[in-house]
């Protein structure tokens, strides 16, 4: 069963997050990332995911004192971190599937251990 996708308009989000919907559709021009979808009428429709980065912007402008362009330097050397990441997870998760691949087939061409033959 799929889980049902939550969205908040962004009087909820606004709400939420103690800043002013003004604020929110400034953040969208100023912030790339920060793209909610809108629905057939124009209104915004913000995930988890969206309010999530309008708190991490929130907290780099309000509380470390970022300017805004500082700010998108930080968020966008944690996109390239990430991307980093994922890009070594993914070559170990390889190494480790071409592993066990080749344990595999060395088992099978082994002989079956012989128990312990000394005195009980």
Known sequence: MQEQQQWYSIGEVAQRTGLAPHVLRYWETEFEEL??????????????????????????????????????????????????????????????????QYLETQAGCEEPAKGNSGPN
């Open 35 to 100: 793209r909610p979808q809108k629905d057939r009428a124009g209104r915004r429709r913000y995930t988890e995911e969206d309010l999530a980065l309008v708190r991490e912007i929130q907290y780099l402008l309000h509380v470390e004192r970022y300017t805004i362009e500082g700010a998108r330097r930080v968020l966008a050397r944690r996109r390239q971190q990430h991307g980093t990441m994922r890009t070594q997870l993914l070559e170990l998760r390889a190494f480790l599937v071409e592993l066990l």
